[in-house]
């Protein structure tokens, strides 16, 4: 074995104490206790060791443009009308040192594996789309990087958007995206982009019913196509804020037909709770669905980061520890099983959400590493502990030296 990580606390496999984990080729070859001695070892001297984290749901392409938009005068506000002006001047080259920037931060934070939504019309064209795709190869070192297209002002409304899709989707991009509340005929995008994903086989990732009226919701016209089209598996539904305006018995009947039907959820906590409730000046709902009920229910889901200093959410440092821990606070959870089941929301439910067959932490799994300054999950969360270091295919890729106090 090339290296070996001595006295990991595997997240699996606590009841089994302290064990080495050895890497060769750029796998996990054996897991147990005194593996054999080698060239290279790093003791994690007690400390949490997981799969990296998986980030669900994030748009690269538009981050890091707060300081390019005046802050909000009044309550309401639409990042959509906010960010399209600004698109006309991404260029390629800006759009790849922004999405990088906000790239670096999701590595130093423990995530190996993402999801990022793309926006493609006439006034980005293929630009965005063209950074993330360099970024992506750039960084193969570090993290797999799989790019969502989709038309976030507008589809049918929007002449130019939909050849501009094919293209991509033509050039290799693996999931298609939707941005329905954005639309003028909201379920005409929503079933021409069922039937594109037929037609070039790619996955669905969908943002859906945000909003503030809970009688008109979209998730009904997606499950209806995803039974028609037979995508189950194959499709997720990011957002679902106005699940937090129905009472819990039409969110479990809603969370069974979507386990049914195959349809995963990613809960976007800072997004939503910067932009639900605005329209109330006092008693403010807090916007943000609950993943737990859900999943009680057989919903695959998982918690993501989504936007990272633009104008739909103006904060973030890229943590999905952190992003958990937030979402704790709003859901108001504090019992360690639900703490961990969080956890798991950044990386076992979300490599499911996915679909990657190739993760975990196992023997023959990628060697892909957290180190985490914590000893259980439940800890990670409630203290938004950092991971310490990181490891993609075996090769180390973050270092993270613990704060030390200097005592008098």
């Given at each position: 074995?090339?290296l070996?990580?001595?006295n990991?606390?595997?997240?699996?496999?606590?009841g089994?104490?302290?064990?080495?984990?050895?890497?060769?080729?750029?796998?996990?070859?054996?897991?147990?206790?005194d593996?054999?001695m080698?060239?290279?070892?790093?003791?994690?001297?007690?400390?949490?060791?997981?799969a990296?984290?998986?980030?669900?749901?994030?748009?690269?392409?538009?981050?890091?443009?707060a300081?390019r938009?005046?802050?909000?005068?009044?309550?309401?506000?639409?990042?959509?009308?906010?960010?399209?002006p600004?698109?006309?001047?991404?260029?390629?080259?800006?759009?790849?040192?922004r999405?990088?920037?906000?790239?670096?931060?999701?590595?130093?934070?423990?995530t190996?594996?993402?999801?990022?939504?793309?926006?493609?019309?006439?006034?980005?064209?293929?630009?965005?789309?063209e950074?993330?795709?360099?970024?992506?190869k750039?960084?193969?070192?570090?993290?797999?990087?799989?790019?969502?297209?989709f038309?976030?002002?507008?589809?049918t409304?929007?002449?130019?958007?939909?050849e501009?899709?094919?293209?991509?989707?033509?050039?290799?991009?693996?999931?298609?995206?939707?941005?329905?509340?954005?639309?003028?005929?909201?379920e005409a995008?929503?079933?021409?982009?069922?039937?594109?994903?037929?037609?070039?086989?790619?996955?669905?990732?969908?943002?859906?019913d945000?909003?503030d009226?809970?009688?008109?919701?979209?998730?009904?016209?997606?499950?209806?196509?995803t039974e028609?089209?037979?995508?189950?598996?194959?499709?997720?539904?990011g957002?679902m804020?106005?699940?937090?305006?129905?009472?819990?018995?039409?969110?479990?009947?809603?969370?069974?037909?979507?386990?049914?039907?195959?349809?995963?959820?990613?809960?976007?906590?800072?997004?939503?709770?910067?932009?639900?409730?605005?329209?109330?000046?006092?008693?403010?709902?807090?916007?943000?669905?609950?993943?737990?009920?859900?999943?009680?229910?057989?919903?695959?889901?998982?918690?993501?980061?989504?936007?990272?200093?633009?104008?739909?959410?103006?904060?973030?440092?890229?943590?999905?520890?952190?992003?958990?821990n937030?979402?704790?606070?709003?859901?108001?959870?504090?019992?360690?099983?639900?703490?961990?089941?969080?956890?798991?929301?950044?990386?076992?439910?979300?490599?499911?959400?996915?679909n990657?067959?190739?993760?975990?932490?196992?023997?023959g799994?990628?060697?892909?590493l957290?180190?985490?300054?914590?000893v259980t999950?439940?800890?990670?969360i409630?203290?938004?502990?950092?991971p310490?270091?990181?490891?993609?295919?075996?090769?180390?890729?973050?270092?993270?030296?613990?704060?030390?106090?200097?005592?008098?």
């Amino acid at each position: 074995m090339e290296l070996v990580i001595r006295n990991a606390r595997a997240i699996d496999r606590l009841g089994d104490g302290m064990l080495d984990i050895g890497i060769e080729d750029g796998r996990i070859a054996a897991i147990g206790k005194d593996l054999p001695m080698v060239a290279e070892t790093y003791e994690a001297a007690g400390r949490l060791v997981c799969a990296g984290l998986v980030e669900t749901h994030i748009h690269l392409d538009k981050s890091r443009i707060a300081d390019r938009c005046p802050p909000p005068q009044q309550r309401r506000v639409n990042p959509v009308t906010m960010t399209a002006p600004l698109k006309k001047e991404f260029t390629v080259e800006d759009v790849y040192h922004r999405a990088e920037a906000t790239l670096r931060e999701c590595l130093v934070n423990g995530t190996t594996r993402m999801r990022t939504q793309v926006e493609i019309d006439p006034g980005i064209g293929l630009r965005g789309f063209e950074a993330i795709g360099a970024l992506a190869k750039d960084y193969r070192w570090a993290i797999d990087l799989e790019m969502c297209v989709f038309p976030q002002d507008g589809l049918t409304n929007y002449p130019g958007t939909e050849e501009l899709l094919v293209e991509a989707l033509k050039q290799g991009a693996p999931v298609l995206g939707a941005a329905p509340r954005y639309d003028s005929n909201p379920e005409a995008q929503v079933e021409r982009i069922f039937e594109l994903a037929q037609e070039y086989d790619v996955d669905l990732d969908l943002h859906l019913d945000v909003g503030d009226d809970p009688r008109q919701m979209h998730i009904y016209q997606v499950l209806a196509l995803t039974e028609r089209y037979k995508r189950g598996g194959r499709v997720v539904a990011g957002h679902m804020a106005k699940l937090s305006l129905l009472p819990p018995v039409e969110v479990a009947a809603l969370a069974r037909r979507l386990a049914d039907a195959g349809i995963g959820v990613t809960v976007l906590p800072a997004t939503d709770l910067y932009l639900m409730g605005r329209e109330r000046d006092h008693a403010v709902v807090r916007g943000v669905a609950d993943p737990h009920w859900l999943g009680a229910h057989g919903v695959t889901c998982s918690i993501s980061s989504n936007n990272v200093l633009n104008p739909a959410t103006p904060f973030g440092d890229c943590s999905l520890i952190r992003m958990a821990n937030l979402h704790a606070n709003v859901l108001q959870l504090a019992g360690p099983e639900q703490l961990r089941e969080l956890f798991m929301m950044l990386s076992e439910r979300s490599a499911k959400l996915l679909n990657l067959k190739d993760y975990g932490l196992a023997e023959g799994k990628p060697a892909d590493l957290v180190v985490i300054d914590a000893v259980t999950p439940e800890q990670a969360i409630a203290e938004i502990r950092p991971p310490l270091a990181v490891w993609k295919a075996g090769r180390r890729t973050v270092i993270r030296h613990p704060a030390e106090l200097l005592m008098p």
